[in-house]
């Protein structure tokens, strides 16, 4: 088979997928379907802090992401509320050294993390 004869199949292929999609929107307008959703109307929240971030992060930030790169911060996040979550496992009551012990890392992470943060919002780098 031929280039572009395979190509020429994928474009028919996603031509008949589109048109289906666009039958079942069709319907579901006419139905009244899409108006009732409570977010009709309103722009996406994808969750994925891109109108938080800074403009001029954005790029560099997808950047990252379409490399499968962490960005430190993001990975200190982890590390913070994956100890939050271990601690939140132990006794609430209990104040032995393992408890005191994960509780100073904890608080550790949370003043290196906003550090880090307070240099990227003063200095726009690291």
Do not use: C, W
């Not at 409570?38 to 954005?58: C, I, Q, V």
């Not at 790029?59 to 509320?81: C, T």
């Amino acid at each position: 088979m031929s280039e572009s004869n395979a190509q020429q199949k994928k474009e028919q292929r996603l031509r008949l997928v589109e048109d289906e999609i666009g039958r079942h929107l069709a319907e579901s307008e006419k139905s009244g379907e899409l108006r009732s959703a409570p977010s009709f109307g309103k722009p996406l929240d994808f969750g994925d802090g891109y109108d938080e971030t800074p403009a001029e992060f954005r790029m560099p930030m997808k950047v990252l992401k379409d490399a499968g790169v962490v960005p430190p911060e993001v990975e200190v996040m982890r590390e913070i509320a994956a100890m939050q979550a271990e601690l939140e496992t132990l006794d609430p009551g209990a104040d032995d050294a393992p408890a005191r012990a994960l509780r100073q890392r904890l608080a550790e992470k949370r003043q290196v993390l906003a550090l880090r943060l307070e240099k990227l919002r003063a200095s726009g780098s690291l």
